[in-house]
């Protein structure tokens, strides 16, 4: 799906692709997650239930960990005690087999962390009362790191505790390197990100396999291929497997779909991004960017790369990044969208849905496709808002049009003022609402304007907000999405709206503030920013037409 500011820069761009990135998978045996089914399945182990008591359920716990320290201790396979909150899957990357050819377990690596477990109790009359606490209790869980040979270095995370509750981490850059070599493209990959590629409409068309139907199957199968034969074993033996018919079922609770778009020139990268920045951060009511200071500067040609620089002590903490890497982020929920540059020469535009249920396609890995479309679309969208806000235009005789009131249906609205900070407020909010792919509600557009002003809902409510939206909508600026009480930005009204606030607060207000600086000031002034010697020639030009019309300063 093409979108405006890719097309905007093609001339800057050798090429690009969309890849997802990170994926978490749940694994969950249905029947264990009721008292009823898990009572069952329990039946079905042992043949009653009689022993089914806290004693016993430590004692699978036991075992579980027993288990998996003797078989790792048999065949070599280190084990790690880690802490809450340690980066495992980099620590893990530390140990992988040299050997291209290896596959299996490598390392097991045992933490606590918080897990639904089943208490089971038996009360006077002889009842059992099955139940799971909260808070959750801090139950040890064992990380397998393997390798895969389709997906590469996989994790798989699972309680020793039964039902034996998992999941499953993987990436998709891993999974498009391998197939990528195998059609002999050469490329220079870090991390999870390919920085340069001999083939990019190769390497595109592979990463978009994994958007097809035929995705569910490949996840489905390297999940099935290792959580039973390198995970489950030390739980449950093949043959109780089978008598109790324990299956795990999936479902997606993270993912990440990214555009990666690759410049012709580093430099061209930065100066595109910045000015990026520049434009956009008080559109996108930004609060807080974030810069990580590398020891590079971007080369003018992908293979001409300057000295390093003398190194300062806050490089210490960042030594991994060769390139300086500046990221800003648009947050909704438990969604969001961020876009840095990484390498010398890639600019990453990134959906990230830490709690999929946010984007209402289902979770169950079924709708993989559906997840990664939507994560796709708030992607073009995003990419497209940017566009809009600082690529915008101004409609003729949109200064008059928007103040003055508009006939909505039966009921007159009032118009749009830009003057009035309520008004300005709301529009911001719709610029970044915009990047939802899937519309926003009145009670989002109230959110949104209380987190960038401050206020309380008392003083702007959903009440305000349906209100105001009302007279978005009597513009045609936001439209009704049909049997939803969802809303969506129109492409063309945006701009006009962005540019309006653009110009108000970044060329208006700028040289009315300045527009008394004395005539002396102005000429010992020597900025080095091309937009700041913009401002002063248009302050001079202001000076001398107040002047002329005879207007005080």
Known sequence: MADDFTTSHSSYLEGSYDCVDRIVVNAYFVGGKSPGGFRNWWRSLYGSDDNLDDTHLMRMAGRFSRRVHGWAEAHGIPVQ???????????????IAQDPK????????????????????????????????????????????????????????????????????????????????????????????FTNCSNLPLLNEVADTLNSESSIGRLADVCDR??????????????????????????????EYSRNLSFKRGSDLDAIYQRLIDLSRNSFQIEKIKTIFGTKRRGVRGKHKSKDHKATGAQVTVEKHAYNLTVFRVQFGRVAIRIYDKG???????????????????????????????????????????????????DTGALDEFPQATQFGTRRVAGIDIQRSRSRHVIEAVIVLATKSTGFSISDLAKQVQRATGWDEAAYGPRQAAYDL??????????????????????????????????????????????????????????????????LNMRRELCAAFATMGVAI
Not at 110 to 126: F, L, Q
């Open 470 to 535: 009302l007279k978005l909508r009597a513009k045609a600026i936001v439209n009704k999405i049909s049997k939803a009480r969802r809303y969506i930005v129109d492409k063309a009204k945006l701009q006009t709206i962005a540019t309006l606030v653009i110009v108000r607060e970044q060329v208006v207000k700028p040289l009315f503030a300045a527009s008394n600086v004395l005539e002396q000031d102005l000429i010992t002034v020597q900025p080095n920013n091309p937009i700041e010697r913009h401002y």
């Open 81 to 95: 005690d880690c802490s809450a909150g340690e980066r495992k899957h980099e620590m893990a990357e530390e140990l």
């Open 102 to 193: 290896f596959q299996g377990v490598f390392l097991i690596q045992v933490c606590k962390s918080p897990a639904p477990v089943w208490h089971a109790a038996r009360e006077k009359n002889g009842w059992l009362n099955l139940s799971v606490k909260k808070p959750w209790s801090y139950v040890n869980h064992y990380c397998f790191q393997i390798i895969d040979p389709e997906w590469g270095h996989i994790t798989i995370r699972m309680s020793g505790h039964p039902p034996y509750g998992a999941m499953v981490l993987l990436n998709g850059h891993e999974w498009v390197e391998r197939q990528a070599k195998r059609r002999g493209t050469k490329f220079t990959k870090i991390g999870n990100c």
């Open 226 to 255: 290792w959580i039973y034969s390198a995970c489950l074993c030390f739980g449950l033996a093949l043959d109780e497997k089978e008598r109790t018919g324990f299956q795990y079922s999936y479902s997606v609770y993270q993912i």
């Open 344 to 394: 010398e020469r890639l600019l990453r535009i990134e959906a990230v849905a830490h709690d999929t249920r946010q984007l209402k396609c289902g979770k169950v890995i079924g709708n993989l496709p559906k997840l990664i479309s939507a994560l796709r679309d708030m992607v073009v969208r995003f990419l497209n808002a940017l566009s809009w806000a600082h690529t915008a235009f101004l």
